[in-house]
């Protein structure tokens, strides 16, 4: 079987295993129940997907009356649609998926996580450490690896910091984050354009950043227009409650993103640095 062919049905299955009620998570009982489908953007292969989402959304169906499912995209372009056409309810999205799916479905901008207190991150530039590439211009001539073609954001982080495609050898889209660390470190590529928090889980492992762009507003989670008021402030009021201050709080934290401690109120003006960012490279 081809790649893409086991990727769909591995995809497949565990949709079917999803929208089992055992895959549900369980609300508090004795109390009314509404149905959400929460969706990402894929961060990594949909099995550790499921892992990092699941105690996000069991902890949010403790916090409510709402019983909660985890649904994985496969990329961008299907978080988004599956946003907008209402498969999903809420979804965590790149700041580029968060825009598309505003402008072409009107979809609500609910919470974003922080690190250190604030709701920025940065796109930076890895590469091996001893690799003898100290800068952003020691990779024209090298291979390089990006992630979803989708993502506009990261070409546009790439070309702020004096690249373009053409700089470069060969280039690939390896889709997750983890998947460019890996395979830098592996020497299948010289450098490839990370999230600041997914280099700095690799710099243990030989990895080194050698630019960054300015700070960036952060990944969101944004909700379906159609949502019910009541339901969209229970899922905003939960998510503002999940901080480190309980253990329990810290590990559905640590294993939704490491470098998060907690989330804050966005609204979509927020995002106007990253409209005016990737707009030259919108068809």
């Known amino acids: 079987m081809k790649p893409k062919?086991?990727?769909q049905a591995l995809l497949a299955t565990l949709l079917l295993c999803?929208?089992?009620?055992?895959?549900w998570a369980a609300p508090n009982p004795g109390m009314q129940v509404s149905e959400v489908t929460m969706g990402s953007v894929a961060m990594d292969i949909p099995v550790e997907m499921i892992k990092r989402m699941s105690a996000l959304t069991n902890q949010l169906a403790l916090s409510t009356n709402l019983n909660i499912r985890f649904r994985p995209s496969p990329n961008l372009g299907s978080a988004v649609e599956?946003?907008?056409t209402g498969q999903t309810q809420i979804a965590y999205l790149t700041p580029v998926a968060y825009i598309e799916a505003r402008k072409k479905y009107g979809v609500i901008p609910l919470v974003a996580p922080t690190a250190d207190g604030r709701p920025h991150f940065s796109l930076?530039?890895?590469?091996?450490?001893?690799?003898g590439i100290n800068s952003p211009a020691g990779l024209k001539g090298k291979r390089f690896a990006f992630g979803d073609e989708k993502a506009l954001l990261q070409r546009a982080a790439v070309e702020s910091m004096g690249l373009k495609p053409g700089d470069f050898s060969a280039f690939a889209y390896l889709k997750h984050y983890d998947n460019i660390a890996k395979a830098v470190l592996a020497g299948d590529f010289d450098g490839g354009i990370l999230k600041d928090s997914i280099a700095d889980e690799f710099k243990s492992k030989g990895l080194t950043v050698v630019g960054s762009t300015a700070?960036?507003?952060s990944y969101i989670f944004a909700v379906h227009p159609g949502m019910p008021a009541t339901v969209r402030n229970q899922l905003r009021d939960a998510l503002l409650a999940l901080n480190r201050s309980t253990p329990e709080r810290a590990a559905t934290l640590e294993a939704f993103d490491k470098a998060y401690d907690g989330f804050v109120v966005v609204d979509d003006p927020a995002y106007d640095t990253?409209?005016?960012?990737?707009?030259?490279f919108q068809k």
């Open 5 to 7: 062919q086991a990727f």
């Open 18 to 23: 999803l929208s089992s009620p055992a895959a």
């Open 82 to 84: 599956d946003l907008g």
């Open 124 to 131: 930076v530039i890895g590469v091996k450490a001893g690799s």
């Open 215 to 217: 700070p960036l507003p």
């Open 274 to 280: 990253v409209r005016r960012l990737i707009q030259p």
